[in-house]
């Protein structure tokens, strides 16, 4: 039995394209509840494969993309877009009363 996949544990860096790509394959198959394997099969790439680009060994070409994405369900140029950081909320700045006399 393999382990439950997880969610990346950081953002990638927005200018390495390996990374980004890497970064929506692994969020976009764990929020499938996929393994690799079952990604692999359903772009018929080889498990091995689908691994190494999510850890960024190999280079794809567009034709693989295109596969993952069609797979995944969603536009090939959206595995390729940086993720937004996760804006802070806005602190609210704490007045204290004025003393009373």
Known sequence: MSAKPTLPSQ????GNVREVLAYWMRVLRVEKGW???RLGL????DRT???AVERCRWNVSLANIERI?????VEPW???KPPEPARKPARKSVR???AKS
């Open 42 to 45: 359903e772009c018929e790439l």
């Open 69 to 73: 994405a069609v797979a995944l369900g």
């Open 96 to 98: 204290s009363s004025p």
């Open 35 to 37: 393994s690799q394997e």
């Open 11 to 14: 953002l990638p860096d927005p």
């Open 78 to 80: 959206t595995l390729l």
């Open 49 to 51: 494969y689908v691994s």
